[in-house]
């Protein structure tokens, strides 16, 4: 990033985006970040009923906790206003697990389920975001958890769930914040190729993610 370079971070699950987040900052100063997963990882080291990492990213990079995590990665690294979670449908279970609500991150913390992006259109939804943040940060980082696809359509992850998305509101939602000139990296995680064992799954990723990357890559 420091030499003007976009980075794609691939492989592992979302406790990899605290420390992408950590290093953009450190180069870009206010970033923002767009969050695609199924989970809305608000948890924190209380909170958590797993205690794994992969629960709470989204707590750590804006400086909720656990606090020795946050310390780790220099303090938050991205202002609650700055950050959007889309496409998760957990969040009945969650708040019941004990993880806080999202709105308590205030008004400007963005917030939009499956069913938001379904009503809104996905493509739409995205235009709008890409907007918001090249207008607001100027600079966003983009990460994409394979579970925001449904469990029938993804099974090679390791939190399936149903009534995620299909490829094609995939594509849709990422292709306006791929192209977006306000990208400044990207992350993909959560592929378990050993629940893959033809490589398929991990071939049709490979595809959205050349089709919606293309015209961002110079």
Same mark, same amino acid.
């Given at each position: 990033?420091?030499?003007?370079?976009?980075?794609?971070?691939?492989?592992?699950?979302? %406790?990899?985006?605290?420390?992408?987040?950590?290093?953009?900052?450190?180069?870009?100063?206010?970033?923002? /970040?767009?969050? #695609?997963?199924?989970?809305?990882?608000?948890?924190?080291?209380?909170? %958590?009923?797993?205690?794994?990492?992969?629960?709470?990213?989204? %707590?750590? =990079? #804006?400086?909720?906790?656990?606090?020795?995590?946050?310390?780790?990665?220099?303090?938050?690294? =991205?202002?609650?206003?700055?950050?959007?979670?889309?496409?998760?449908?957990?969040?009945?279970?969650?708040?019941?697990?004990?993880?806080?609500?999202?709105?308590?991150?205030?008004?400007?913390?963005?917030?939009?389920?499956?069913?938001?992006?379904?009503?809104?259109?996905?493509?739409?939804?995205?235009?709008?975001?890409?907007?918001?943040?090249?207008?607001?940060?100027?600079?966003?980082?983009?990460?994409?958890? =394979?579970?925001?696809?449904?469990?029938?359509?993804?099974?090679?992850?390791?939190?399936?769930?149903?009534?995620?998305?299909?490829?094609?509101?995939?594509?849709?939602?990422?292709?306006?914040?791929?192209?977006?000139?306000? /990208?400044?990296?990207?992350?993909?995680?959560?592929?378990?190729?050993?629940?893959?064992?033809?490589?398929?799954?991990?071939?049709? /990723?490979?595809?959205?993610?050349?089709? #919606?990357?293309?015209?961002? #890559?110079?």
């Amino acid at each position: 990033m420091a030499s003007g370079e976009r980075p794609f971070l691939a492989g592992g699950c979302c %406790s990899e985006v605290p420390g992408a987040l950590a290093g953009a900052r450190d180069v870009h100063g206010r970033v923002g /970040l767009i969050y #695609v997963d199924g989970h809305v990882d608000l948890y924190d080291g209380v909170s %958590s009923p797993t205690g794994e990492a992969a629960d709470m990213p989204v %707590s750590v =990079v #804006v400086g909720l906790g656990p606090d020795d995590w946050v310390r780790a990665a220099g303090g938050a690294s =991205v202002a609650p206003s700055d950050a959007a979670v889309l496409g998760s449908r957990d969040l009945d279970e969650a708040l019941a697990d004990g993880m806080r609500h999202p709105d308590e991150l205030g008004s400007g913390f963005t917030h939009v389920d499956i069913d938001g992006v379904r009503h809104e259109g996905a493509t739409k939804l995205a235009t709008r975001m890409a907007g918001s943040m090249e207008a607001g940060p100027g600079g966003f980082w983009l990460h994409l958890d =394979v579970d925001v696809l449904d469990e029938l359509v993804f099974p090679a992850t390791d939190y399936l769930m149903p009534g995620g998305m299909g490829w094609d509101e995939l594509r849709a939602l990422l292709r306006p914040l791929a192209s977006s000139r306000g /990208l400044i990296g990207a992350s993909i995680g959560c592929y378990n190729p050993e629940k893959d064992p033809d490589g398929a799954n991990g071939r049709a /990723l490979i595809d959205v993610v050349e089709d #919606v990357f293309a015209d961002s #890559v110079s």
